[in-house]
């Protein structure tokens, strides 16, 4: 699926909360307009369709949510794209990384690294906090 520019859309997503496989947003337009319909596709498979809720009292605003596909979930990285079919356009994108392939993706070596420095840090205050409640050695 190519990516048209981004202006090819008078629509902004922005998410808003992902929490237990459910991705929500606030969907925008400049002006009232019909809501655009939505899919999410995944290496240009189309895997779901958001369910776009117009806000009450709010013309031009809808809530946008779907449900992450289990079966489109893989080792290594899968990016899902949130298009508006009309024209193609990308207007969000959740990055997934999962499984054991993530030691040799450096973002998962990050990951790694900010726990294991989590733990060092945790050792070393610790450890400070031993050294101030301790009499000093004669």
Do not use: H, N, Y
Request: hydrophobic share 45%.
């Amino acid at each position: 699926m190519p990516m048209p520019p981004a202006d090819t859309t008078p629509f902004q997503l922005d998410m808003t909360a992902f929490a237990e496989g459910i991705w929500q947003g606030r969907l925008s337009a400049p002006t009232p307009a019909a809501a655009p319909e939505l899919a999410v596709f995944r290496d240009g498979t189309r895997v779901a369709e958001p369910e776009v809720t117009a806000l009450p009292g709010q013309p031009g605003l809808w809530e946008v949510r779907w449900t992450l596909p289990v079966a489109a979930l893989r080792d290594g990285t899968s990016v899902f794209l949130i298009t508006d079919t009309a024209t193609d356009t990308v207007l969000a994108r959740l990055p997934i990384l999962a499984g054991g392939d993530l030691a040799d993706d450096l973002r998962g070596e990050v990951a790694l690294l900010r726990a294991e420095l989590d733990q060092l840090r945790a050792a070393f205050q610790a450890e400070a906090r031993s050294r101030t409640t301790r009499p000093p050695k004669d």
